[in-house]
């Protein structure tokens, strides 16, 4: 393989040939022009193809096209490689810093026409924003530069090179270089340029470089202006219109600081900006300008003197079709739906996104933690031996890296804390880069997770930590020693502002648990809150043999190593639908909070800057689900911060209904997010009249029998339901299985305070070891009376000696049915339990079961630690709405608190199901689906599930709940299902 290739620790770590310094990616005036669409492109399958193809005559007739950008890898024909998603593992041998000779490599080419005005430009650079992973120019068959660092800009000087009229300009690719080991990011390797390409001219007396620091203080703004030009590029002027600033310097020794009258402060709340514009007589640069003091005051995080709480997320570039290439229309309505789920934060995991974002996130308003494109997450296999994090070797590597960082987006408000990287271990590279920002940037904080002794870092961060484990570092008296820490460490790091900047997997069904993270963060100042890993799911859209599209995860494209769908942990889908985890996020991160006292509401406002301005406050009544009365709330503005007590208004309570106040918080006024009406924060009140639970009714005169009658509207074969109401029903059948979720599947050894059996081993394992998903029932006895049947049944699984006794009593009660079970497990189970619940299979027959209507928690799935985002009220869909289509199916659709039911077909009701409270007062929940537990554990994407024939309705007592062990800590004991007795008491009446 060529030397580029093979030796970029020690000669190209910042590029070679014409590389320029890195500087800010600035909207100049200057003239450009977009070198974006079709080039001419051909690709090889191994680096040490000859380099004619850079001649000016060379003859490209028989390449393809390829769009620029986009990724080599994602072009529909498939005759241009695979994608491969790799989490930890290096997708080549670990043998820094040499990648295989198997080396797939694109060559571009294209035709440039440039105007003959640009001959007295001073200069012409062609920049890159991002080319994964080596690349080398040529324009005019002239040898430019190399450069690598894949989501980094690059500029060359090609001013030599070019000429007016017709130029061309080539770019080899390499997918592997040695820039490889420092790119180990959790997502999907993806070859070629992907980001834009533009030729600029630069003007003879142009600026080079601006920096508008500015600071909020004490009600005053300030700017500490840094203006990079030569002397000819003087006289400079500031002007920032709508504050009155129209300032020139004489000279660059006139650039000094200076205070701005009536500014507004910017936040992430109040994204205020300011138009700004730096000029010389030959350029003119436009900026918008957010005035903020970024600042760490003991173990406090602050911005403008207030402290920062975190409800953010990790975002990847990602897209099922484009895959890392930008789209500003998809973006702005990303960050839109961000907002609109209460995330107020950004962490740009793992490197920096296309710089157009963070424009966004300045006028839209988020906190964003900057991070560098650095992981060597691959030398863990190797326990960390030859990490260029603490190889001198690499040093100038990974400086460039942070260099490039800082200079292209350090006028951006948003960003408030720059981040060395992620999973690059420890070691003196990354204490150089510290360094290198603090002495360049005093304004903001240096984040590292890794740095886990804060030797080198302003904030003590960790991934994944528990809940006692935040407890403990969150106390002002813990004497516990920090995890890889020395009590000196400990307190240290205890004396500095703590963020989680991962936690909460969201990968597939969940994460659980997250009301329990930020109550913490409600009692200790010192925490900061967090970012959710992840924001979306990284599927490519592909298509099966036949031709049927789905979502794509690793293994789906032959990848010799690979991390399966690990890369599907996103809070949304790859499609852009919002799983009930964001939803949930929502809810439990609201600003606004509610706290219903008689007939009192207290209203607490936990925004950063924001007063309660912007909002209404509207209520309603609804008796099961009927709205009954309803209007505003005259709640006073409520400043950031602030608590305020408003009195309810009256409430009618039925008599013979549920009674329920909903209060939200809408927007009073469209914004750029979304529109009046949108609900920022909600709470319900239960107003009910207490009414009792029908009592059982106890039976004498039990007589054996067959089973085969009927009672009622039921009929019974050999004492197991056949029919109901002329409809073929069977059931019930106990089950305890539910198909495993992700984190069901996860291993994660961080069992602290979790009911996990086995560290390293999943609870999907043990449960199918205990046969759960196998069970067989034998039953024991029959029994009668006039108006009841009895059922005993002993389940088990084969080659367990554990059981469970289960007792059925179907009963007639006036027009109703009720169905009456007792479970009751044997001692000797080793394990917590999914469910315990009873399943009912109806077939379809003339029509299908394929709609609910159901008054109970809803609209969208609940599960023990993951409810606050539902709501009680009568609630109806079809029933493939019902569950989520994850990319690799799992347990979904359970819906808690039910009270009734109704099924239909065809927009026909066919049965009414009242579930009734059992002797705790404790409700069951349902699900309802195509496909059972079993089915749904067998399938690895939708596409593979069975056509299905039947609607299987499960009542389930209990859920275990969700957790996030996929990566990171299991369910708490509180919310771990224990096998125990329950009862469930379901009433059936014709529809």
């Known amino acids: 393989m060529p030397c580029e290739s093979s030796a970029y620790v020690s000669d190209t770590a910042p590029g070679r040939g014409s590389l320029r310094p890195a500087r800010s990616w600035l909207h100049s005036d200057a003239a450009r022009l977009p070198l974006n669409g079709p080039w001419r492109f051909r690709l090889s399958p191994t680096a040490s193809v000859a380099e004619e193809f850079a001649a000016e005559g060379f003859d490209d007739s028989d390449w393809d096209d390829i769009p620029v950008p986009s990724h080599w890898v994602l072009r529909d024909d498939g005759a241009h490689g695979r ?13 820094p810093p040499h990648v295989p000779d198997e080396n797939p490599t694109g060559d571009y080419r294209r035709h440039v026409g440039i105007p003959a005005d640009w001959a007295g430009a001073g200069r012409v650079l062609l920049r890159f924003d991002g080319v994964e992973s080596l690349f080398k120019v040529w324009v005019n068959g002239v040898e430019i530069g190399s450069a690598a660092g894949s989501r980094l800009t690059h500029e060359f000087d090609v001013t030599r090179a070019v000429r007016p009229g017709d130029n061309v300009v080539a770019v080899r690719v390499h997918q592997w270089s040695a820039a490889s080991y420092l790119e180990d990011q959790d997502q999907w390797w993806l070859p070629g340029i992907f980001r834009d390409v533009t030729l600029i001219a630069r003007p003879a007396a142009g600026i080079e470089d601006v920096w508008l620091r500015t600071g909020f203080e004490d009600g005053r703004a300030s700017v500490d202006p840094e203006i990079t030009a030569d002397a000819a590029a003087f006289p400079v002027t500031l002007r920032i219109p709508e504050l009155g600033v129209d300032t020139t310097w004489a000279t660059a020794a006139d650039v000094v600081p200076f205070d701005v009258g009536g500014a507004e402060p910017w936040s992430a709340e109040r994204p205020r900006l300011y138009d700004a514009t730096v000029s010389s007589a030959a350029e003119s640069i436009a900026l918008r300008v957010g005035f903020r003091t970024v ?132 070691g003196s590279n990354l204490a150089a880069m510290s360094a290198w920002v603090h002495a360049r940037d005093t304004g903001r904080p240096v984040h590292y997770e890794g740095d886990h002794t804060g030797e080198y ?61 930020e109550a913490l963060v409600d009692r200790h100042p010192r925490l900061h809150g967090g970012f959710v890993w992840e924001w979306r799911d990284h599927g490519i859209l592909t298509t099966t043999p036949d031709g049927t599209p789905y979502y794509g995860y690793g293994g789906d494209f032959g990848e010799v190593v690979h991390d399966a769908n690990f890369v599907m942990d996103g809070l949304v889908l790859s499609d852009d639908v919002p799983t009930p985890g964001l939803h949930e996020y929502k809810a439990v991160v609201q600003p606004i909070r509610f706290a219903f006292e008689a007939d009192e509401v207290v209203v607490t406002n936990l925004r950063h800057s924001a007063d309660t301005g912007d909002l209404r406050f509207v209520w309603r009544v609804e008796h099961e689900g009927a709205v009954v009365a309803r209007g505003d709330l005259d709640v006073p503005v409520v400043a950031a911060g602030g608590t305020r007590r408003v009195p309810l208004p009256p409430v009618p309570v039925a008599r013979d209904a549920e009674t329920w106040l909903t209060l939200d918080a809408v927007l009073a006024a469209p914004t750029s997010w979304a529109p009046a009406g949108h609900v920022v924060a909600t709470a319900q009140s239960d107003r009910s009249a207490p009414r009792p639970t029908p009592a059982v009714r106890h039976r004498s005169g039990w007589r054996p029998g067959d089973g085969t009658l009927r009672l009622g509207f039921a009929e019974f ?275």
Request: proline letters at 6%.
């Open 457 to 517: 870092t302003d904030v003590y961060s960790r991934m994944y930590a528990s809940v006692p484990e935040i407890e403990r570092i969150a106390a002002d008296d813990s004497p516990a020693t920090l995890m890889n820490c020395t009590p000196a460490q400990s307190v240290r790091q205890r004396g500095k502002p703590f963020l989680l900047c991962e936690y909460a997997h969201a990968m597939g069904n969940g994460p659980g648990g997250l009301d329990q993270y």
């Open 83 to 95: 994608p491969i998603y790799t989490n930890v593992q290096f997708p080549f041998p670990i043998d």
């Open 717 to 991: 074969a050999g004492g197991s339901l056949v029919g109901l109401a002329g409809r073929a029903v069977t059931g019930p059948r106990l089950e305890l299985f539910r198909a495993p979720t992700d984190n069901d599947e996860g291993t994660s050894d961080d069992l602290e305070d979790s009911d996990a059996t086995v560290a390293g081993v999943s609870h999907a394992e043990l449960w199918r070891r205990e046969g759960l998903d196998r069970l067989t029932a034998r039953r024991l006895s029959v029994t009668c009376t006039a108006d009841a049947l009895r059922t005993v049944d002993r389940v088990s699984a084969a080659n367990s000696a554990a059981w469970v006794m289960t007792e059925s009593v179907w009963s007639v009660e006036g027009d109703e049915l009720e169905l009456r079970v007792e479970i009751e497990p044997s001692s000797g189970w080793t394990t917590v339990w999914p469910r315990i619940g009873i399943r009912f299979d109806l077939p379809d027959g003339a029509a299908p079961v394929d709609g609910v209507t159901w008054f109970g928690l809803g609209p969208l799935e609940s599960y023990p630690d993951s409810a606050r985002a539902a709501r009680t009220g009568l609630f109806s869909s079809a029933v493939g709405d019902l569950g989520v289509d994850y990319a690799r199916p799992q347990e979904t659709g359970h819906r808690a608190g039910l009270r009734r039911l109704t099924l239909a077909s065809a927009d026909t009701e066919v049965l009414h199901v009242t579930a009734l409270a059992d002797r705790l007062g404790r409700r069951p929940g349902f699900t309802l689906a195509r496909h059972t537990p079993q089915q749904i554990a067998r399938a690895g994407h939708p596409h593979e599930l069975p056509d299905s024939t039947t609607t299987y309705l499960i009542v389930d007592a209990a859920q275990h709940g969700l957790g996030s062990r996929s990566c990171g800590p299991d369910v708490r004991p509180g919310f771990a299902l224990r096998p125990e007795a329950r009862t469930i008491r379901l009433r059936w009446a014709r529809a």
């Open 295 to 426: 600042e760490i005051r003991g173990d406090r995080f602050l911005v403008n003197g207030r402290r920062v709480v975190f409800h953010g997320v990790n975002r990847h570039e990602a897209h099922p079709e484009r895959g890392r290439v930008f789209d500003e229309d998809h973006a702005r309505e990303d960050l839109a739906r961000m907002k609109r789920f209460n995330v107020n934060a950004i962490r740009t995991s793992h490197y920096p996104p296309h710089p157009r974002l963070l424009d966004l996130a300045d006028e839209l308003g988020f906190w964003v933690v900057l991070e560098c494109d650095l992981e060597t997450h691959g030398f863990d296999k190797v326990g960390w031996t030859g990490n260029p994090s603490d190889d001198p070797a690499w040093r100038e590597a990974c400086l460039d890296r942070i260099r490039r960082t800082v200079e292209r987006d350090k006028n951006h408000p948003s960003v408030v804390i720059w981040s060395l990287g992620n999973e690059a271990g420890t």
